[in-house]
């Protein structure tokens, strides 16, 4: 994963703890106080939610331990597509251009020009270099991409 992703968990991670399992606890109190619990739709509404709070916290931290997070501004720069890049790459038929950041599956947000690396455009341009053409498998056939230009931002 990239630092930008690592820190975009982190951040989720503190606030799921230190601000959603907490109120989530009291609003669990809260239900407590009025009475039967079998019948009293607020507690369970909050232990679904602390169900959900648990298990995206045991998922983050389980991401977390198991990723390696990558620098791309550390690493030298030779115009070769890795994982990290930013990458401009120009449509052979229409003469599009779109500019895409190769990032982790967590983090992917094609909206935002972030793609996962294990996306069908990013696997046709990793070890790719600025000039050569990738061919991308769509389910309309395949489109090719000159890749214009790769930073390491």
């Known amino acids: 994963m990239t630092v930008a992703g690592e820190a ?17 606890v009291q609003d669990i109190a809260d239900a407590r106080e009025h009475g039967d619990l079998k019948e009293n739709a607020e507690y369970h509404a909050a232990r679904e939610q602390q169900g959900f709070c648990e298990g995206r916290i045991q998922e983050i931290e389980g991401k977390l331990s198991d990723s390696i997070v990558i620098d791309v501004t550390t ?8 994982f990290g ?3 401009a790459i120009v449509n052979c038929e229409t003469d599009e251009e779109v500019t895409y950041k190769i990032v982790g599956e967590d983090e992917a947000n094609v909206s935002a020009g972030m793609i996962s690396v294990t996306s069908p455009i990013a696997r046709a ?4 270099e600025v000039g050569d053409v990738a061919v991308v498998k769509t389910p309309k056939g395949d489109v090719e991409y000159e890749i214009d230009e790769v930073s390491h931002l």
């Open 85 to 87: 890049t930013t990458v």
């Open 8 to 24: 975009a968990m982190r951040a989720e991670l503190h606030r799921l703890k230190s601000e959603d399992r907490p109120r989530i």
């Open 125 to 128: 341009l990793i070890g790719k």
């Open 75 to 82: 690493i030298p720069s030779t115009g070769k597509v890795i």
